[in-house]
């Protein structure tokens, strides 16, 4: 799943993917009614690529759950986010088995299966899990970068 640009910006509904960066900040598209906005540098925006969930044993990245969530599903829409609490912490749990409950409140679900459902209506989730040969061209990238 490649969400490497795709940004959660606060205050403002639903998922952007980035456009062009700027001088003062950047351009997004919204995933939902595909209208361009240019964000400043002061707004907080989240990449969905470094955002992780906390488990009992660390933490796994967002895409991780995206792909075990369309696993379950088998690419299809998960509940809805407009589900009691009670629901979607038992789907969370099916999902996520060994999540942090002390970490992980009712509201970060609601955003992860909000945005799951988002991605998913756009094509954006793949079952696909990463290869070796991926995990090591990132590695690679990452310490050629570093000798800079």
């Known amino acids: 799943m490649s969400i490497d640009k795709i940004l959660a910006i ?31 540098l002061r707004s907080n925006v989240s990449l969905l690529s470094e955002i992780s969930v906390y488990t009992y044993d660390g933490e796994v990245r ?9 696993k379950k599903e088998d690419k299809g ?3 809805s986010h407009k589900e009691d609490n009670a629901t979607l912490i038992a789907y969370f749990r099916e999902v996520m088995p060994d999540f942090d409950e002390d ?12 945005w799951y459902n988002m991605l998913q209506a756009k094509d954006l ?3 696909e899990e990463p290869t070796e ?14 000798d800079k």
């Not at 205050?11 to 209208?35: C, H, I, M, N």
């Not at 967002?62 to 369309?70: D, K, M």
């Open 10 to 40: 606060s205050g403002k509904p639903g998922l952007y993917a980035l456009k062009v960066q700027t001088r003062t900040g950047f351009v997004a598209e919204s995933l939902t009614d595909g209208k361009k906005i240019t964000v400043g």
């Open 62 to 70: 967002l895409s991780e759950v995206f792909t075990a969530i369309a």
């Open 77 to 79: 829409p998960s509940i």
């Open 103 to 114: 970490r992980v409140y009712a509201s970060d679900i609601k955003k992860i299966i909000n």
């Open 125 to 127: 989730v793949t079952i």
């Open 133 to 146: 040969e991926t995990e090591e061209a990132v590695t690679t990238e990452t310490e050629q970068e570093s």
